[in-house]
């Protein structure tokens, strides 16, 4: 086990720090892009394209970089560093995600192609009100209509959903759940943008009868489904970390230098003690995100460690969230300083994909089938004996 | 960054995995797993039986019995071991004095005392902690004044674990009461625990065990040679000494060992028609105990990937902090499935409770000395918010 960076991905994180400091090494300048629509900023995903970054998990014949879930770690968490509100892991590791997995090399060259040069955003639109977390869809219905098909039904929320370009959309077919595409000009598609707490855009997505066609060879695609989502889950543990990783340390940097009863912040225990309890989540949820990218690497069981990665980065999300805010006072609560934007945005990511008790449930109903979680053994590692 | 073991690595954990399972008395290690005390013999006979093999000090320099093993490699002996309910090499002699004489020690005192020390032919005890100086230690006031061609020491120690059974002790005294940092006039010295003038008083703990002990000295005479490495640098050598401690205090493997205990407990017990493990409160508590214990396991991975240089990385206070926290996590667990049986601690022949139940309630009571020892988890978050933060 080798928790290390080769020299390419280390390069690879300076210069995706560097873009993204350029771009947001200012918060004021976050505050700003996320103001006006479309929520980020296309000059900056252009940057990112440029860098070859939206597509990087993609296959080099489809237009991409090839490169693995390290390298996707490694871009999410400096995303997360400065809240990028770009949507790296909403277009390119989850749409494209279901996209590699589902979708026919045609469709893998056409639309991966055109992610990675940035000319086209998708989404997936999955969630529905009344359900939550699940890989599969109950609210839209697809029905075969000559050599097509079509859609009616409401998802919502839609992150990024009223800007994107193509719609990869879950839909209830025979036998299970489907995967389909919907222009964003497509006729009988009704999109309600609005913006997130976290300066996000979601929208609600209103299909009445209007024309899709299948992702792939159609069917039922709920482990795709999952599959894409557990990867997603795990590069949102990385943009979590990032981002604790800044609260933290301008958290203590604010400790440092804030005044009061004569002396600065870090003089008083009580507060010095739960920086350091900050610090003792954040390495715990890394060291847990970390190996749930290495696991994904290896070929191991990506769903599993994806929950394993998701509890850990939930709990120590809400922990240092929430007293990154605190440990500040009230400027922590303004728009106008930065810490709160970083619980906001973690606040956000933990509710996306499925938050920390949902993972544990999850876990839990496993608890029974292995006497002890061997990280090192099935089935995380490929090949591994069983514990 | 790879998930999986070298074939070498993995080759190397079944090599340890078959020894720590077939090679080490099979009664021991019941016992260990039942949280029986394990008696002075028990615990020799674990230690000779892993140094025959060369596997009870590898951390130690090659010449006086170590492996030059890498830091992962020690990782799985230590996890191997646990998860084997084998009784680790007495910390004291293996962890503590062993590598300060063999890093200060001169000749002829590593010649005196290595090999008897690896085999635990000498059992040590540790002198640090006194009555006004726990988590400061550094405030002790043990004196050791030169006599002729002796040292002259008076005083008290306490919180002396085991010291009952100790042929030595390695005692911090202070030898330059002017010093100007209170650091400065502390002195490391050995002498055997039956030379006059020293006194053993047994602490009863709440479990009822008796593992600590007081000492007291009364112009106990030590030979001058019996001075380890420079009069003055006795801080010095605390401080190397009390690293070497906290790297592997996360018994990350002996709570996995509770763990899955706790999981066989629960399956025998029923609440509610259904067993305990099946309710969906213990089934979520022991999953999230699980993950926090992967967290802390693959954590422990990454920092002694990062210390090859031998310095403990800074992230090892974590591994103290929250390693003591889920062992008693787990033990907290073991006492709850236990429920009322854990009553019946102190029950002999005759009672039906089973043997996990009745040590569960002392077991718990006794591990609240986990978050304490090694550095207490205050301590730990100073060091955090100080040498991480910057705070």
């Not at chain 1, 609600?204 to 066609?213: K, N």
């Not at chain 1, 850990?312 to 009230?330: D, V």
């Not at chain 2, 309710?279 to 954590?299: D, G, Y």
Request: include cysteine; glycine fraction near 10%; aromatic fraction near 8%.
């Amino acid at each position: 086990m080798d928790f290390t960076f080769d020299s390419e991905q280390n390069d690879l994180r300076e210069a995706v720090r560097g873009l993204l400091e350029r771009a947001y090494g200012d918060s004021e300048v976050r505050r700003k892009v996320v103001s006006s629509d479309p929520g980020f900023d296309e000059k900056t995903w252009s940057r990112l394209a440029e860098m070859g970054l939206l597509g990087l998990p993609f296959a080099e014949e489809h237009g991409g970089m090839g490169a693995g879930p390290i390298e996707v770690a490694i871009v999410a968490e400096e995303m997360g560093r400065v809240i990028a509100p770009e949507p790296f892991i909403e277009a390119v590791v989850l749409a494209g995600g279901l996209i590699a997995a589902a979708g026919t090399d045609e469709q893998k060259g056409e639309l991966h192609g055109a992610i990675a040069e940035g000319t086209t955003i998708p989404a997936f639109a999955h969630a529905e009100i009344g359900t939550r977390w699940v890989p599969s869809a109950s609210a839209v219905t697809a029905t075969q209509s000559g050599d097509g098909w079509t859609l009616s039904g409401v998802k919502e929320p839609v992150p990024g959903g009223a800007r994107a370009d193509v719609l990869v959309v879950s839909a209830v077919v025979d036998g299970g759940t489907g995967l389909f595409l919907v222009q964003g000009d497509a006729a009988g598609l009704t999109r309600t943008g609005y913006r997130t707490h976290d300066g996000g855009r979601a929208a609600r997505v209103a299909f009445d009868g209007t024309p899709a066609v299948a992702l792939g060879a159609g069917g039922d695609q709920t482990a795709a489904i999952e599959r894409a989502l557990a990867e997603a889950r795990i590069a949102y543990s990385h943009e979590s970390i990032g981002a604790m990783d800044t609260a933290l340390r301008t958290t203590a940097e604010y400790l440092k230098t804030r005044k009061q009863f004569g002396v600065t912040l870090n003089r008083f225990q009580a507060l010095t003690f739960r920086a350091a309890d900050m610090y003792v989540s954040l390495e715990l949820a890394r060291s847990t995100a970390l190996w749930a990218s290495m696991v994904t690497d290896a070929g191991g069981d990506v769903v599993a460690a994806a929950d394993r990665a998701r509890l850990q980065t939930s709990r120590a999300g809400r922990h240092i969230g929430k007293e990154a805010i605190q440990l500040h006072g009230g400027i922590g609560v303004t728009a106008e300083y930065k810490v709160g934007h970083y619980t906001s945005r973690l606040t956000a990511i933990d509710h996306l994909l499925g938050d920390g008790d949902w993972a544990a449930d999850r876990l839990a109903a496993d608890v029974a089938a292995h006497e002890t979680v061997d990280p090192l053994g099935a089935p995380y590692a490929p090949g591994a004996g069983v514990a | 960054m790879r998930l999986q073991l070298s074939p070498e690595l993995e080759a190397f954990r079944e090599e340890m995995r078959t020894f720590f399972t077939t090679q080490v008395p099979q009664e021991i290690r019941d016992k260990v797993a039942a949280h029986r005390h394990l008696t002075k013999d028990e615990y020799v006979s674990a230690q000779r039986a892993l140094n025959a093999a060369g596997l009870a000090v590898p951390h130690w320099p090659v010449e006086w019995g170590g492996k030059d093993w890498t830091p992962l490699q020690r990782h799985i002996w230590r996890e191997e071991m646990q998860l084997a309910n084998v009784p680790e090499p007495l910390a004291f002699n293996a962890s503590m004095i062993g590598p300060v004489l063999a890093a200060f020690g001169n000749q002829e005192q590593k010649e005196r005392f290595l090999a008897k020390t690896a085999n635990l032919d000498i059992w040590w005890c540790q002198g640090f902690s006194e009555p006004d100086a726990g988590s400061d230690l550094a405030s002790l006031r043990t004196t050791a004044v030169r006599d002729g061609d002796d040292w002259v020491v008076n005083g008290q120690k306490t919180w002396t674990t085991l010291g009952q059974y100790a042929d030595w002790i390695f005692c911090l005294c202070r030898t330059d009461p002017t010093a100007e940092k209170k650091q400065r006039g502390i002195s490391l010295l050995v002498f055997p625990m039956d030379t006059p003038g020293v006194t053993l008083r047994p602490i009863e703990l709440i479990d009822g065990g008796f593992e600590v002990n007081e000492v007291f000295f009364e112009d106990v005479r030590v030979p001058a040679e019996n001075l380890i490495g420079e009069e003055n640098r006795g801080w010095d050598y605390a401080k190397f000494l009390l690293g070497n401690e906290r790297v592997g205090i996360a018994r990350v493997g002996a709570t996995k060992r509770l763990i899955a205990q706790a999981k066989e407990y629960a399956q025998e017990i029923s609440e509610g028609g259904r067993p305990l493990l099946e309710t969906p409160r213990m089934a979520t508590r022991i999953a999230e105990l699980e993950n926090e214990l992967l967290a802390l396991e693959l954590t422990a991975l990454r920092v002694v990937a990062n210390s090859a240089d031998g310095k403990p990385h800074p992230a090892s206070s974590v591994l103290k902090l929250r390693g003591s926290e889920l062992q008693q996590a787990a033990m907290e667990l073991l006492v709850d499935i236990a429920g009322p049986l854990s009553l019946a601690s102190f029950a002999e022949e005759g009672s039906d409770v089973p043997d996990f139940a009745r040590v569960s309630a002392p077991t718990y009571l006794n591990y609240r000395k986990v978050s304490i020892y090694g550095g207490s988890n205050e301590v730990q978050r100073t060091i955090i918010a100080g040498t991480i933060l910057g705070l």
